[in-house]
């Protein structure tokens, strides 16, 4: 079956960069997510990437996709304690199926 | 970004009673929308997708009579947990979106049922 693993916590310097890396089993993803849960709330969309893509920018965020290694990561840059959060990372075969999620990324910054 | 609602954000309920949740899209229409759920500090599980017109499709171990799914328009499905009890208590989240490539979640439902 599918799976998507993520690390549970990551630490950094506000101001440093934040890179929360995944890895997927399914080989038919064609599209994967990060969203972005704060504390008692819903999730926020923050980007996507096509697997037939290896990299997309968005102003801070930077994703990576490596389909040969099913990895992907979420870089974000000059990280502001408005970034703390948990961050999700999902895949969907396509279709009309519901996304697989990872079990989150809480990041955490250090002033 | 497309926004999607859910009411209630809260509920408390007695064990046996049924709560119904429901998901609206707002600016857009949603043939297929979906329901997870979310144990406290764990990921969203995906619990069914539901279909305008017609059965939901739920995923296996999720119990159909439990969780009853109603998609009766374009932008409104309902979760309706029936007969509630304690280990029903979870964050319950829809998406939609205008395709499927883009999933939008609405906000959450906190249930605590006693």
């Known amino acids: 079956g599918e799976d998507v693993e993520q690390s549970l916590f990551l630490s950094v310097r506000e101001g440093d960069s934040s890179v929360i890396n995944c890895t997927y089993t399914?080989?038919?993803?064609?599209?994967l997510y990060w969203y972005k849960q704060e504390p008692g709330a819903g999730l926020q969309l923050l980007t996507y990437?096509?697997?037939?893509?290896d990299m997309k920018q968005d102003q801070r965020l930077t994703v990576l996709l490596n389909k040969k290694d099913k990895h992907l990561s979420l870089r974000i840059a000059d990280t502001q304690t408005g970034d703390s959060a948990i961050y999700f990372c999902?895949?969907?075969?396509?279709?009309?199926?519901?996304?697989?999620f990872g079990k989150g990324t809480h990041l955490i910054i250090q002033p | 970004g497309a926004v999607v609602s859910q009411h209630p954000s809260r509920v408390i309920c007695k064990s046996g009673t049924s709560v119904k949740i429901e998901c609206r899209s707002l600016?857009?229409?949603?043939?297929?929308m979906f329901w997870y759920r979310q144990f406290p500090k764990q990921s969203l599980m995906l619990m069914a997708t539901?279909?305008?017109?017609?059965?939901?499709?739920?995923e296996q171990g999720v119990e159909k009579d439990k969780f009853l799914i109603n998609h009766a328009s374009l932008t409104l499905s309902t979760l309706t947990v029936t007969s509630a009890h304690p280990e029903d208590s979870s964050f319950y989240i829809c998406?939609?979106?205008?395709?499927?490539?883009?999933?939008?979640f609405g906000p959450g439902t906190r249930l605590t049922v006693l």
């Open positions: 998406s939609a979106g205008p395709g499927v490539r883009e999933q939008f």
């Open positions: 399914d080989s038919s993803s064609t599209y």
């Open positions: 539901s279909n305008e017109g017609s059965k939901a499709t739920y």
């Open positions: 600016d857009f229409q949603a043939t297929t």
């Open positions: 999902a895949e969907n075969a396509g279709g009309a199926d519901g996304l697989t």
């Open positions: 990437i096509f697997s037939n893509m």
